[in-house]
């Protein structure tokens, strides 16, 4: 089984910055890509970015410029560092990876329990 776990919550000011880790382990084989979605209360769940292996970035409109999203291959660990935080960046950050699992083909997806993040005053 695979497990991801998070890191790295908490409150912080208007302003302020955070940095959240995910490491994943198990029996792992390889990970293509991983990323942090956040879900705020009364909203959908929403990618916030995503990094592949071979280091493809993908983030939201809406942290662009403020977070930056890397990850330490051979730990099995992706961070991102969130700055300029917004009141509207509360949320739970959820830590995504897509895993192919020691003696399988596929890739899978995994979520990790969860952060909150609490910007406010």
């Known amino acids: 089984q695979v497990q991801l776990v998070e890191s790295g919550g908490g409150l912080v000011q208007p302003g302020g910055s955070l940095r959240l880790s995910c490491a994943a382990s198990?029996?792992?084989?390889?990970?293509?890509?991983m990323g942090w979605y956040r879900q705020a209360p009364g909203k959908e769940r929403e990618l916030v970015a995503g990094?592949?292996?071979?280091?493809?970035?993908n983030y939201a409109d809406f942290v662009k410029g403020r977070f930056t999203i890397s990850r330490d291959n051979a730990k099995n660990t992706v961070y991102l560092q969130m700055n300029s935080l917004k009141p509207d960046d509360t949320a739970v950050y959820y830590c995504?990876?897509?895993?192919?699992?020691?003696?399988?083909?596929?890739?899978?997806?995994?979520w990790g329990q969860g952060t909150q993040v609490t910007v406010s005053s």
């Open positions: 995504n990876a897509n895993v192919r699992r020691v003696g399988q083909w596929q890739y899978i997806g995994y």
């Open positions: 990094l592949t292996s071979g280091g493809s970035t």
């Open positions: 198990g029996s792992i084989a390889s990970i293509n890509v």
